[in-house]
T-cell receptor, first 119, second 112 residues
Framework: DVKVTQSSRYLVKRTGEKVFLECVQD?????MFWYRQDPGLGLRLIYF???????EKGDIPEGYSVSREKKERFSLILESASTNQTSMYLC??????????????????FGAGSRLTVL | GEDVEQSLFLSVREGDSSVINCTYT??????LYWYKQEPGAGLQLLTY?????DMKQDQRLTVLLNKKDKHLSLRIADTQTGDSAIYFC????????????FGRGTSLIVHP
C-alpha cells in the first residue's frame, strides 16, 4: 500500500514563526498535494507539484510556499505563521500516469494530517 | 466554475440505511469519487463511479449517479457505529491537471 507520512501530527507555533510541514511518500508518485481542512469549508488546495522541482499554486496559496527537491518529499512552508493559519494540513500523492481509479491512477492517497495551532 | 455541494451532517441509528447526497456542476466529469475520513486520519478512497454508469454496488455500499441532474449519492446499508466518519464527494476536474474538486464533507453520526 502507498504510504504518505506527515512527520508532525501536532504542532504549536507562535505568530511570526517560520513553520515547515514535511510529507514523504514511498511509492514513487509523481504528483503531490497540500490541502488545508477547516470545519465547514472542506478541503482547499494550497499547492501541488507534478514532479521534482515543479510547483503550481492551488486555490489558496497566499502565505504559503512549497519545496520539492526530491520526488518523495513535498514540504509546505509558512514563512511567517499567523493565527488564521491554524488548521489541519493534509498531504496527498498520486501516480502521474493516466487511467482510471481501478489502476490506481487519479486516486489521491492522503497522509494522516498535521494539526497546526498558531498562538 | 466547478462546485461540489453536500449537506454537512447526517445522523442515523445503527442498523438503518444512510444516504449521503452530493451535487456537482461539471457535466464533463468522467469519474466521481467518495472518500471517507475517520477521526484523526486522512482521507481514504471508499469507492468511485465512472460517468457512463448509473449504479455501482460494493458490499454494503451503493453509489447512484444521475448525470442529467448531476446528482451523486452514497447509500450505506446496515449502518454501523464504525461507519461514523466524514464522507467527501469529489469529481475529477476536466483538463490536463485532473485535480479533483472536493465537496465540504458530510459528517455521518451513527447512534447505537
Amino acid at each position: 500500500d502507498v504510504k504518505v507520512t506527515q512527520s508532525s501530527r501536532y504542532l504549536v507555533k507562535r505568530t511570526g514563526e517560520k513553520v515547515f510541514l514535511e510529507c514523504v511518500q514511498d511509492m514513487d508518485h509523481e504528483n503531490m498535494f497540500w490541502y488545508r481542512q477547516d470545519p465547514g469549508l472542506g478541503l482547499r488546495l494550497i499547492y501541488f507539484s507534478y514532479d521534482v522541482k515543479m510547483k503550481e499554486k492551488g486555490d489558496i496559496p497566499e502565505g504559503y510556499s512549497v519545496s520539492r527537491e526530491k520526488k518523495e518529499r513535498f514540504s509546505l512552508i509558512l514563512e511567517s505563521a499567523s493565527t488564521n493559519q491554524t488548521s489541519m494540513y493534509l498531504c496527498a500523492s498520486r501516480t502521474g500516469t493516466s487511467g482510471g481509479p481501478g489502476s490506481g491512477a487519479n486516486v489521491l492517497t492522503f497522509g494522516a494530517g498535521s494539526r497546526l495551532t498558531v498562538l | 466554475g466547478e462546485d461540489v455541494e453536500q449537506s454537512l451532517f447526517l445522523s442515523v441509528r445503527e442498523g438503518d440505511s444512510s444516504v449521503i447526497n452530493c451535487t456537482y456542476t461539471d457535466s464533463s466529469s468522467t469519474y466521481l469519487y467518495w472518500y471517507k475520513q475517520e477521526p484523526g486520519a486522512g482521507l481514504q478512497l471508499l469507492t468511485y463511479i465512472f460517468s457512463n454508469m448509473d449504479m455501482k454496488q460494493d458490499q454494503r455500499l451503493t453509489v447512484l449517479l444521475n448525470k442529467k441532474d448531476k446528482h451523486l449519492s452514497l447509500r450505506i446499508a446496515d449502518t454501523q457505529t464504525g461507519d461514523s466518519a466524514i464522507y467527501f464527494c469529489a469529481e475529477r476536474a476536466p483538463g490536463g491537471s485532473y485535480i479533483p474538486t472536493f465537496g465540504r464533507g458530510t459528517s455521518l453520526i451513527v447512534h447505537p
